[in-house]
């Protein structure tokens, strides 16, 4: 018996089965993602965001009209209450992450929407959450934020209120691929932390902040930026293999390679990776994405050669942070953006978890003395 599970205790919760779902199935061994039913590779390519929240909330995909109504009640909740904005104002004259500001100005979301609205409270956090981002992004510059446009689309609208440019084809498909490639994984620590509120029956908006304070945390979703980081040090492809062995030999870790789950291949590199291939070369400039794919190809080889049997493959972080990059995003943003699109899937969660009305109350293993006795102040003494 490991220390981990001594006395039924299991660190971290690894392998404990603690809610049954609908929404996604992550098989770590065979190199699959599920999303309600699809297998990544089918649909997130192929539908818009919008499509995907509607997918996980109601379990199948719209027909055109539900999907133009949805849309549009989307597009109508962009807006941020009064109070939001003077929040952001505040945490920019601070210089704080995005995440930061992120985090409280999502708390604020429901503050002009009835309380008696759960569905319209979760569209409104879908909704506004871009809206928070960009704003947060353009004070932090110095620049005034850009109101929403409704006649764009969810992804076209982020883009827009970030760059102030109604952006191409190419940068929609991009991000709607990011977005809908992240909107789910299983009961990661964020998506546990939602689920964990909800079940006491508090509220939707509580419970998004609260996922957004565990996602927030390196260890989860705060570091896709020094894969790319990595990338732009190398430089050139004859500087991969050199660059890489010594950090191997050195210890260091190679960001954007293994996973926790993932023991082979993670499919969401797959689809990330040609999603940055398209936009790339619509950009028409290649020459990032192959250095890219030959640090790649590099490093997956030297982690065989150094850690053979680990199977060591490229994971999300790596062909995130060169998708980002090429939508124009800065690496304060990847993560804010990662929650833009995983806060369909923390919602879609929350519902399944309201529907089984039960609290989630695990047990601890108490490690601490036994039988002391109190004494008075003035007769206690120092160890």
Same mark, same amino acid.
């Given at each position: 018996?490991?220390?981990?599970?001594?006395?039924?205790?299991?660190?971290?919760?690894?392998?404990?089965?603690?809610?049954?779902?609908?929404?996604?199935?992550?098989?770590?061994?065979?190199?699959?993602?599920?999303?309600?039913? @699809?297998?990544?590779?089918?649909?997130?390519?192929?539908?818009?965001?919008?499509?995907?929240? @509607?997918?996980?909330?109601?379990?199948?995909?719209?027909?055109?009209?539900?999907?133009?109504?949805?849309?549009?009640?989307?597009?109508?909740?962009?807006?941020?209450?009064?109070?939001?904005?003077?929040?952001?104002?505040?945490?920019?004259?601070?210089?704080?992450?995005?995440?930061?500001?992120?985090?409280?100005?999502?708390? #604020?979301?429901?503050?002009?929407?009835?309380?008696?609205?759960?569905?319209?409270?979760?569209?409104?956090?879908?909704?506004?959450?871009?809206?928070?981002?960009?704003?947060?992004?353009?004070?932090?510059?110095?620049?005034?934020?850009?109101?929403?446009?409704?006649?764009?689309?969810?992804?076209?609208? $982020?883009?827009?209120?970030?760059?102030?440019?109604?952006?191409?084809?190419?940068?929609?498909?991009?991000?709607?691929?990011?977005?809908?490639?992240?909107?789910?994984?299983?009961?990661?620590?964020?998506?546990?932390?939602?689920?964990?509120?909800?079940? #006491?029956?508090?509220?939707?908006?509580?419970?998004?902040?609260?996922?957004?304070?565990?996602?927030?945390?390196?260890?989860?979703?705060?570091?896709?930026?020094?894969?790319?980081?990595?990338? @732009?040090?190398?430089?050139?492809?004859?500087?991969?293999?050199? @660059?890489?062995?010594?950090?191997?030999?050195?210890?260091?870790?190679?960001?954007?390679?293994?996973?926790?789950? $993932?023991?082979?291949?993670?499919?969401?590199?797959?689809?990330?990776?040609?999603?940055?291939?398209?936009?790339?070369?619509?950009?028409?400039?290649?020459?990032?994405?192959?250095?890219?794919?030959?640090?790649?190809?590099?490093?997956?080889?030297?982690?065989?050669?150094?850690?053979?049997?680990?199977?060591?493959? #490229?994971?999300?972080?790596?062909?995130?942070?060169?998708?980002?990059?090429?939508?124009?995003?800065?690496?304060?943003?990847?993560?804010?953006?990662?929650?833009?699109?995983?806060?369909?899937?923390?919602?879609?969660?929350?519902?399944?978890?309201?529907? #089984?009305?039960?609290?989630?109350?695990?047990?601890?293993?108490?490690?601490?003395?036994?039988?002391?006795?109190?004494?008075?102040?003035?007769?206690?003494?120092?160890?």
């Amino acid at each position: 018996m490991t220390a981990s599970s001594m006395n039924g205790v299991v660190s971290g919760l690894e392998n404990v089965v603690a809610a049954t779902t609908r929404l996604s199935s992550v098989n770590g061994q065979k190199g699959e993602l599920i999303l309600a039913g @699809f297998p990544l590779e089918e649909i997130a390519e192929r539908i818009s965001f919008e499509e995907m929240v @509607f997918l996980l909330w109601h379990d199948r995909l719209p027909t055109a009209g539900e999907l133009t109504n949805f849309s549009q009640q989307l597009a109508d909740l962009r807006p941020l209450p009064a109070a939001t904005l003077p929040l952001l104002r505040a945490a920019a004259q601070s210089m704080l992450p995005a995440m930061d500001a992120l985090r409280m100005g999502a708390a #604020t979301l429901d503050l002009d929407l009835p309380a008696q609205d759960p569905l319209r409270q979760a569209q409104a956090l879908v909704a506004r959450m871009p809206t928070i981002v960009a704003a947060y992004w353009r004070l932090k510059r110095g620049e005034e934020p850009l109101p929403p446009d409704p006649a764009l689309s969810h992804s076209a609208n $982020y883009l827009y209120m970030l760059s102030g440019e109604k952006p191409g084809e190419a940068l929609v498909r991009a991000l709607d691929t990011y977005l809908i490639t992240v909107s789910d994984h299983g009961l990661n620590a964020s998506t546990f932390t939602a689920r964990t509120i909800v079940s #006491t029956r508090s509220d939707l908006v509580s419970a998004v902040t609260g996922a957004i304070g565990a996602l927030k945390g390196p260890l989860h979703g705060g570091a896709p930026g020094p894969a790319l980081d990595m990338v @732009f040090e190398i430089g050139a492809a004859e500087r991969a293999d050199p @660059f890489l062995r010594s950090k191997i030999e050195a210890g260091e870790r190679l960001m954007g390679f293994g996973h926790r789950v $993932y023991k082979v291949r993670d499919p969401r590199a797959d689809v990330l990776g040609r999603a940055a291939a398209r936009l790339y070369q619509a950009d028409g400039d290649m020459s990032l994405y192959e250095l890219a794919k030959q640090v790649e190809e590099t490093a997956v080889t030297l982690l065989a050669e150094y850690k053979p049997g680990r199977n060591l493959q #490229t994971n999300v972080e790596f062909f995130t942070a060169l998708l980002l990059h090429g939508l124009g995003l800065p690496t304060d943003l990847f993560s804010p953006t990662f929650a833009v699109g995983r806060a369909a899937g923390w919602l879609a969660h929350c519902f399944e978890q309201q529907q #089984t009305g039960r609290l989630i109350r695990p047990k601890s293993a108490y490690s601490g003395e036994t039988g002391r006795r109190w004494q008075p102040v003035d007769q206690r003494t120092d160890r």
